[in-house]
DNA sequence: ATGGCCCACATGGTGGGA
């Protein structure tokens, strides 16, 4: 099984990106940040005829969250069950025997801002329910956009993010925590290449100088690290014309 | 020099992203 996490920033511009990258990649899950539309708008037909069913809680011009599967897709819990929230940032199912969250962790603005405490509140009530999910689940992953770059080694250059929003010490405290109930990083399962970032500013030709973060992950419970076999960054996208300033990244999972 | 770019909503410029 592959599964796929890709902040695509606004799933109307990036269709056309999306299904030609599920063309070349035959994955089985892929969670989907930013789709940025109404449920009304959501581009159901043309995704269930590249052969996914889909679930997913959109809002107006920001946010929304979805979940691809070629399997059938089971138990969906849209948003946190203990944080009240209007921002549709969380969807989770089950899929081959697989409980899954969608998550657009919020991305703060500025460290002490109130977005910035909106974002550490919303982590610690995620830790919550994860737990209660993974109690549930042994067979448990969530993916997404954690708008956290855990270490200095997935931040281009850590003295200049040093205590800026993403890379701010409550922020990977809170990362490390959710860690710790027993999520391995996917990507860190493996040896890597070094200065490998999913996400690069569209400004200052940030992507044609490597200047990026290391923010989009695939956590995995200890029964799925142990099945996966590799985790890789893809880059490519980012070189497409018009595209979103996150790659996907993707995880395979032995039957 | 703290912005530059991109997207949504709008139809000029603002809010948000990261």
């Known amino acids: 099984m592959k599964i796929v996490t890709w902040n695509v920033n606004s799933l109307k511009v990036r269709l056309s990106h999306l299904l030609q990258w599920l063309e070349a990649n035959p994955v089985d899950v892929v969670c989907i940040q930013e789709t940025k539309l109404t449920d009304d708008k959501f581009p159901l037909a043309e995704l269930n005829a590249a052969g996914y069913q889909?679930?997913?809680?959109?809002?107006?011009?920001?946010?929304?969250?979805?979940?691809?599967?070629?399997?059938?897709?089971?138990d969906v819990v849209r948003n946190n069950p203990h944080y009240e929230d209007l921002q549709q940032r969380l969807l989770?199912?089950?899929?081959?025997?697989?409980?899954?969250?969608?998550?657009?962790?919020?991305?703060?603005?500025?460290?002490?801002?109130?977005?910035y405490t909106y974002k550490l509140a919303w982590l610690d009530a995620l830790r919550t329910w994860v737990a209660a999910e993974m109690a549930a689940h042994e067979q448990f992953a969530i993916l997404g956009d954690y708008n956290i770059a855990p270490e200095a080694r997935d931040v281009h250059d850590p003295a200049e993010w040093e205590g800026r929003i993403h890379f701010s010490l409550p922020e990977r405290a809170a990362l490390q925590e959710l860690?710790?109930?027993?999520?391995?990083?996917?990507?860190?399962?493996?040896?890597?290449?070094?200065?490998?970032?999913?996400?690069?500013?569209?400004?200052?030709?940030?992507?044609?100088?490597?200047?990026?973060?290391?923010?989009?992950?695939?956590?995995?419970?200890?029964?799925l690290a142990n099945r996966c076999t590799a985790c890789h960054i893809d880059r490519e996208t980012r070189k497409w014309e018009q595209p979103s300033d996150h790659a996907p990244v993707v995880a395979t999972l032995a039957d």
């Not at 290449?193 to 100088?209: G, H, N, T, V």
């Open 54 to 74: 889909v679930a997913f809680s959109g809002q107006k011009t920001y946010n929304g969250v979805a979940i691809l599967s070629k399997l059938p897709i089971e």
């Open 92 to 115: 989770a199912a089950t899929i081959g025997g697989v409980r899954f969250i969608c998550a657009y962790v919020p991305n703060g603005q500025e460290v002490g801002s109130d977005k």
């Open 179 to 223: 860690m710790a109930l027993g999520l391995s990083d996917a990507f860190r399962l493996f040896e890597q290449p070094e200065k490998q970032y999913s996400w690069w500013d569209y400004r200052q030709m940030a992507f044609r100088r490597n200047r990026g973060l290391r923010i989009d992950h695939i956590l995995l419970s200890k029964t």
